[in-house]
């Protein structure tokens, strides 16, 4: 999903209510950045509170079909910690760090599981690709067929979570992972056109349709919402909206440059908002740089619950940020993507980006999209950050240690940028060479 493609974060030829009346309600956070600018690596962040290139399936990008690879047993998970500090646990949706059941949610922490292990379905069929070919739906580690708009299943499995926990007043984790606005791009009245296999090809799709999916994502998170609300969970309750990398196709990124894979802020950047009533001030709005990773300790803080010594999180704790609308703080993170050999690194508003050979220094606050390049300017940040930046990349693993998965964006990223530091004949990135594919 693309920064602006939520209304309250500015697209402008749809409108996203639900989503809208979570920011109006609770606090935008602008500085919002993915663990990846793919999902695999985002989600393995996300559900470990780490950098991802500290395990394996991490440094897939993203996880391939097949691939006999997930979190090693027993690493804890956001699930895992809370379920130690007596919550209830789920996940709803999309997975999409190693095969079910081997590698599945329930195997780390999670009570419950139903959605998909792959990177995405057919949102009528529930099929890895044609009609004919395998299903993809799991209920717990048992394969389960069921009829209806993905987007709408995941929808009502997470309402009939809430109830449960409601019924038995037990404080809960709900991962409710949708699959739009993921490829393949079908909306909500698309089902005949998907029966016959005609929108399971990248290049099927429209803006309209793209549209259409988000809408729908819209309505089924005002169900949840309502669901929420109904039960009186809501001052009680943290909700969280974010996205696992940038846009793709016909996402809207403005104000930045790239798309996913590509580690330009189009890429990371992301829309998140969090709703906590008479915790979280309405309304408001922060700066504060974060990334996937911080949720883990942050939820686990708010719950009392406690990190694993033997495995410390690399994310921040946002509840000061949240709660009592705390000063930003300074940080530094960072990036790698194998495909062009992108590397980037944040330190405050000042961002390094290397793309092949090409290496570039951006204040990302007062150039968001990415066009003056300050690597003359002030050599002595460029070189303090290039520095900083391969002392933490030796203290994680080799990427190397996997096979190169595919990427479809390397090679248009490639052939967008050239060497300078503008668009076209001056842009960010060389293409030299081709990126691989997997086979």
């Known amino acids: 999903m693309g920064y602006a493609d939520v209304s309250s974060f500015g697209r402008r030829d749809y409108q996203t209510p639900n989503i809208d009346r979570m920011a109006a309600e609770g606090m935008k956070l602008t500085h919002a950045y993915a663990n990846s600018a ?127 926990y409601s019924g038995r007043k037990q404080p809960f984790l709900l991962s409710v992972h949708f699959n739009a ?31 259409a999916m988000v809408r729908q994502m819209d309505n089924a998170i005002g169900k949840i919402l309502k669901e929420v609300d109904r039960n009186s969970f809501s001052k009680n309750t943290v909700v969280v909206f974010t996205s696992d990398n940038g846009g793709e196709r016909f996402s809207d990124t403005w104000p930045f440059t790239g798309k996913k894979t590509e580690l330009l802020e189009g890429g990371l950047r992301v829309p998140a908002i969090a709703r906590w009533p008479g915790q979280i001030k309405a309304g408001s709005v922060s700066e504060q740089a974060c990334m996937s990773m911080d949720w883990m300790p942050t939820f686990v803080s708010m719950a009392g619950g406690r990190i694993d010594p033997a495995f410390p999180t690399d994310g921040m704790d946002l509840t000061a940020a949240l709660t009592r609308g705390a000063a930003p703080i300074s940080r530094k993170l960072f990036w790698r993507y194998r495909s ?58 080799r990427e190397d240690l996997v096979p190169f998965s595919y990427s479809f964006n390397s090679q248009q990223l490639a052939d967008h940028y050239t060497p300078g530091g503008g668009r076209g004949a001056t842009g960010p990135g060389a293409g030299k060479g081709k990126a691989k594919q997997a086979k």
């Open 38 to 164: 793919v999902c695999t690596a985002t989600r393995v962040g996300l559900v470990t509170g780490r950098y991802q290139y500290r395990v394996e399936v991490g440094l897939y990008e993203p996880l391939g079909n097949g691939a006999r690879v997930g979190l090693p047993p027993g690493h804890p998970t956001i699930a895992s910690t809370l379920k130690q500090a007596g919550y209830g646990t789920a996940l709803i949706g999309k997975w999409h760090v190693g095969d079910v059941p081997q590698f599945g949610p329930t195997k780390y922490g999670y009570d419950h599981f139903w959605g998909f292990a792959p990177g995405a379905l057919d949102y009528f069929t529930h099929r890895v690709g044609e009609p004919n070919s395998e299903p993809g739906l799991w209920d717990g580690e048992v394969k389960t067929e069921e009829h209806g708009y993905l987007t709408d299943l995941i929808a009502d499995k997470a309402i009939h979570h809430i109830r449960e």
């Open 181 to 211: 606005p993921h490829w393949p791009w079908e909306g909500p009245e698309d089902e005949a056109a998907a029966l016959k296999g005609g929108m399971s090809t990248f290049e099927a799709g429209t803006i309209a349709t793209y549209g």
């Open 340 to 397: 062009n050999a992108q590397r980037a690194m944040l330190d405050g508003r000042m961002k390094w980006l290397k793309i092949n050979d090409n290496q570039f220094l951006f204040d990302v606050f007062a150039d968001p999209l990415e066009r003056a390049n300050l690597r003359r300017k002030q050599p002595d940040v460029f070189e303090r950050m290039v520095r900083e930046y391969a002392e933490w990349d030796a203290t994680m693993l």
